[in-house]
């Protein structure tokens, strides 16, 4: 079993600053995400779009945004579960909480922090009908290891920045790759586009737009997409192929979480107060775009705000025979648990005999 302090459910960029202001406090962290890499869609959805209201950053691309999270919190070593979903939630006699994955790791902590965006996330699957038939036999909606399509024939489809990056991507990996849109136009990074329209000149990308995947074809294992041309129904082209990647983006869904007791407010998590973000379970708080309360605003940065206030009054409910003392970072530096040490430099100051 995996004991920390506090438990965060989803490793977007609310759930990773979490572990900063926890890291502050002296407790330790640990992540649970469904996803395979932190970052929650900042990283497995729109990692190059821009973003423009992160305070400091005039402009910050999503993927960045997460990387720098990422080394913000180095020094407190948190740890991660990932590619696994959080299942179900038991209070033991002590008062703590243990909560179980899909794949039944168990996690054992004082806080359960709640901070999975706008829930689990399942792909958002095109109305193929033999669809299921291939899955794990070809047919894939996220990529988690790129070597399994080495020397491989790929087909992705898709308009976004995910179906873009991934193409450029597996062009150095697979022995072919075909990207399919169903319109000309993508919703991608203009600098993705032009990164695969010279791939597509150089025979690197085949290209196909105005065209969509429509059936699948093959007996125990993927062997063939049948693509529809726009403009001509009867147009349909045989590509063999050894896998199928359709990436139309991630569906949110609260998932097994919905069934733990917490009171639910239009698929989000109502807490009772902006004192703390805390649930009606006590010791369980949702923070970020998956809590509800009145005023509440669908931000990053609303969701760092409310990571702060919620490690207050974790810390005081881990320790309630102590008070802490806050100081700004400037005045008490940054102790690590790797044993690192940030701090401003100290001004001397000589006296004037």
């Not at 979480?257 to 805390?278: H, S």
Request: one cysteine or more; hydrophobic letters at 40%.
């Amino acid at each position: 079993m995996i004991k920390t302090d506090i438990i965060i459910i989803g490793a977007g960029p609310t759930g990773l600053f979490t572990v900063f202001e926890a890291g502050l406090l002296k407790l330790k962290c640990h992540l649970i995400d469904a996803l395979p890499i932190p970052g929650g869609q900042c990283a497995e959805i729109y990692p190059k779009k821009p973003i423009y209201d992160i305070p400091g950053f005039p402009e910050v691309l999503a993927g960045d945004l997460v990387d720098n999270l990422m080394e913000q919190i180095k020094p407190f070593s948190p740890g991660f579960t990932l590619g696994d979903r959080a299942e179900t939630l038991d209070k033991l006699e002590d008062g703590t909480f243990v909560v179980t994955t899909s794949r039944g790791v168990k996690h054992n902590a004082p806080v359960v922090v709640i901070a999975g965006g706008l829930g689990s996330f399942e792909p958002r699957k095109p109305p193929i009908p033999t669809i299921s038939n291939f899955e794990d036999k070809g047919v894939s909606y996220i990529i988690r290891d790129p070597e399994v399509y080495r020397d491989k024939s790929v087909v992705i489809a898709g308009g976004g920045d995910s179906a873009l990056d991934w193409s450029i991507f597996l062009s150095n990996i697979a022995k072919e790759v075909s990207l399919v849109h169903r319109r000309r136009d993508f919703r991608g990074a203009l600098d993705s586009v032009e990164k695969v329209e010279e791939l597509s000149k150089i025979g690197k990308i085949n290209l196909i737009t105005d065209a969509e995947v429509v059936d699948l074809k093959g007996e125990d294992q993927l062997e063939a997409v049948i693509i529809r041309h726009k403009g001509n129904a009867a147009e349909e082209e045989v590509k063999p192929t050894d896998h199928f990647i359709p990436l139309f983006g991630l569906s949110p869904k609260l998932g097994p979480i919905g069934d733990w007791g917490l009171e639910i407010e239009k698929n989000a998590i109502k807490v009772d107060n902006t004192y703390d973000y805390q649930t009606n379970i006590p010791g369980v708080y949702a923070i970020g775009d998956v809590n509800t309360y009145p005023g509440k605003l669908k931000l990053i940065l609303c969701g760092f705000h409310e990571a702060a206030i919620m490690c207050q009054s974790a810390y005081q409910r881990i320790n309630p025979d102590k008070k802490y003392v806050m100081k700004y970072t400037t005045v008490s530096g940054i102790s690590g648990f790797d044993g690192s040490k940030k701090e401003a430099k100290r001004e001397v100051v000589k006296s004037i005999n």
